[in-house]
């Protein structure tokens, strides 16, 4: 793993800090706390434009979005 210092010159031991913080998220795994929900079960896939009225209304209910 290489870290590239874009901006400001940080000590040794801040950068250090940063190594050290990283490596425990990224061995601490996915958060326990939000389950992992597929795409098909999105909220947002919940949401949806009514049905237009009328005689092109079973034609307009198969469009996408």
Do not use: F, N
Request: aromatic share 4%; charged share 15%.
């Amino acid at each position: 793993m290489t870290i590239d210092v874009v901006r400001g010159d940080p000590s040794a031991e801040e950068l250090a800090a940063v190594v050290v913080l990283l490596c425990a998220t990224a061995a601490a795994g996915p958060a326990e706390g939000r389950p992992q929900t597929s795409v098909w079960a999105a909220p947002h896939r919940l949401v949806r434009t009514p049905h237009a009225y009328g005689r092109v209304g079973w034609r307009t209910s198969s469009l996408p979005q």
